[in-house]
């Protein structure tokens, strides 16, 4: 082989690899974009009544958030709840925290409000659906 062929041969073999790398961010793409659209697999939202503890763990003004059952609720007033999915809408990850009234969406760095459901950052752009909640001898029930 001369010099200019195995020169030749580099280059080639350069081009292919950088053709593999472009390939393989293209599978990376497409797997995000197949979340999207499964949603984890489990409803973004209970089926039947879910209980989710004493009413009294969830602060007046503030919020807490049921990550095994993938809810949050907050406290608006004295007596007053509101509950939301916490399966965030953007590919279906389940918040991990929530910091200052807002759920953090830990696999893209979504942000919800968890007093209203409404996206602050995305990349998700449809807000948490609501659950109804109720309060049944002190004890919290959503769905
Ligand atoms: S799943 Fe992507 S930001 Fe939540």
Do not use: W
């Not at 197949?34 to 503030?62: H, I, Q, R």
């Amino acid at each position: 082989m001369s010099a200019s062929q195995s020169a030749a041969r580099r280059t080639v073999l350069k081009g292919a690899a950088a053709l593999a790398g472009a390939a393989g961010a293209g599978v990376t793409l497409a797997a995000c974009t197949t979340e999207t659209n499964s949603g984890g697999g489990s409803p973004a939202v209970p089926t039947e009544p879910v209980e989710l503890g004493a009413a009294s763990e969830v602060p007046v003004g503030g919020s807490k958030l049921f990550r095994e059952r993938k809810l949050v609720v907050s406290c608006p007033a004295e007596g007053r709840y509101k509950a939301f999915s916490a399966q965030c809408t953007h590919a279906g990850c389940v918040l991990d925290k929530i910091v200052e009234g807002e759920g953090n969406c830990p696999c893209h760095g979504s942000r919800f409000d968890v007093a209203t459901g409404k996206v602050l950052r995305g990349p998700a752009s449809a807000p948490l659906p609501e659950v109804p909640v109720k309060v049944e001898g002190g004890r919290l029930v959503a769905g």
